[in-house]
């Protein structure tokens, strides 16, 4: 996450530092540390819960600036379609396999947890 140190604030150094590996690395990496964004309890899954408390915050930042399509058009169910693509399994939490094999098969689910709004 971007809290490094877990002290409950994100500063300078921890902020550069995310920006980096988001920016720079391998898919792989990136999507790893995706992964670590959304697990917010770091039990080794992302739940529904957690993945829609990370995308109503995105959607908080950037909400009006993007235009979203229909499917995409509230938190709800951005998160509902990131979970019909990824849940293979159908057990509603998403693991880092799951996740990775996702975001690799469908390059726009990569763009929809990036929230790139040049690549939407």
Do not use: H
Not at 21 to 26: A, C, H, L
Not at 61 to 90: C, H, L, W, Y
């Amino acid at each position: 996450t971007f809290d490094a140190n877990g002290d409950g604030t994100i500063d300078f150094r921890e902020f550069l530092c995310a920006l980096s590996v988001t920016s720079r690395g391998k898919l792989e990496q990136k999507l790893k540390w995706a992964f670590t964004m959304y697990d917010l309890d770091k039990d080794g899954y992302i739940t529904r819960k957690e993945m829609l408390e990370i995308v109503t915050a995105i959607y908080k930042m950037v909400g009006s600036v993007m235009k979203m399509p229909e499917d995409e058009a509230t938190p709800e169910k951005r998160t509902e379609k990131i979970f019909r693509q990824m849940d293979k399994n159908m057990d509603g939490k998403l693991s880092l396999e799951e996740f990775i094999e996702g975001a690799k098969s469908d390059p726009s689910i990569v763009r929809l947890l990036q929230c790139d709004p040049q690549q939407i």
